[in-house]
Structures are given as structure tokens and as C-alpha cells.
């Protein structure tokens, strides 16, 4: 019973940093596992980094390679990607994502946001 929105996405040349955010509304946003996934076009998506409910624990996928970091915020009830060292592979619509249950590592969502766009050139 949560509904988020994404936003952050933008045009960044390969080594920058971008900074997603994604605001959800509802009652249950500190009993959720939540995440991101993205997808590019033409490609099937692909899941990113989740955070546990109490933001203890972060798993990431492996293209990550330390460059993305995932946090929650309890009082502004957002979800954040912080995105330093940016590829030209990491082009592709975010998407933030909550679980219901508590599957761990959860690297698949039962709802999400709209995305947003990010754009790294070369």
C-alpha cells in the first residue's frame, strides 16, 4: 500500500555522479524492503541495490563494483541511489522498487514508480 515516484535522472558525462531519489507515500514505508532496478531499451531490466527495512543491510548487483551507493531516510520516507563513476552502460531508466514480503537478497519488486532516465555519454 505504498506508492513511490522516482526522480534525480539526468544527462552526466562517463565519471560523474548522479544522486536518485524516490518519495513514497503510505503507512508501511518502514516495514518495506526496497530497492532499484533500471532498464535500458531494448533490454530486459535489471535489478541494482536493495535495503533492508531497517537499512541495516545492502545488497548489490555485481556491476556495481562499489561505485552506487543505496540508504533510506525514516523521516523523509525516501529511498536513495547515490551513482559515482558513471558508465556508458549505466544508461537506462530507474526504477524504485518495494517488496511485501521478506525475500532477502530482494532482487525483484512487487511495484514501482514510473523511473526516470539516466544518460551517461561519452
Known amino acids: 500500500q505504498v506508492q513511490v515516484a522516482e526522480s534525480g535522472g539526468g544527462l552526466v558525462q562517463a565519471g560523474g555522479s548522479l544522486r536518485l531519489s524516490c518519495t513514497a507515500s503510505?503507512?508501511?514505508?518502514?516495514?518495506?524492503?526496497m530497492g532499484w532496478f533500471r532498464q535500458a531499451p531494448g533490454k530486459e531490466r535489471e535489478f541494482v541495490a536493495c535495503i533492508s527495512r531497517n537499512g541495516g543491510n545492502t545488497y548489490y548487483a555485481d556491476f556495481v563494483e562499489g561505485r552506487f551507493t543505496i540508504s533510506r531516510d525514516y523521516a523523509k520516507k525516501t529511498l536513495n541511489l547515490q551513482m559515482n563513476s558513471l558508465k556508458t552502460e549505466d544508461t537506462a531508466v530507474y526504477y524504485c522498487?518495494?517488496?511485501?514480503?521478506?525475500?532477502?537478497?530482494?532482487?525483484?519488486?512487487?511495484?514501482w514508480g514510473r523511473g526516470t532516465q539516466v544518460t551517461v555519454s561519452s
Open positions: 522498487g518495494v517488496r511485501y514480503d521478506s525475500r532477502w537478497p530482494a532482487t525483484e519488486f512487487s511495484s
Open positions: 503510505g503507512r508501511s514505508f518502514s516495514s518495506l524492503v
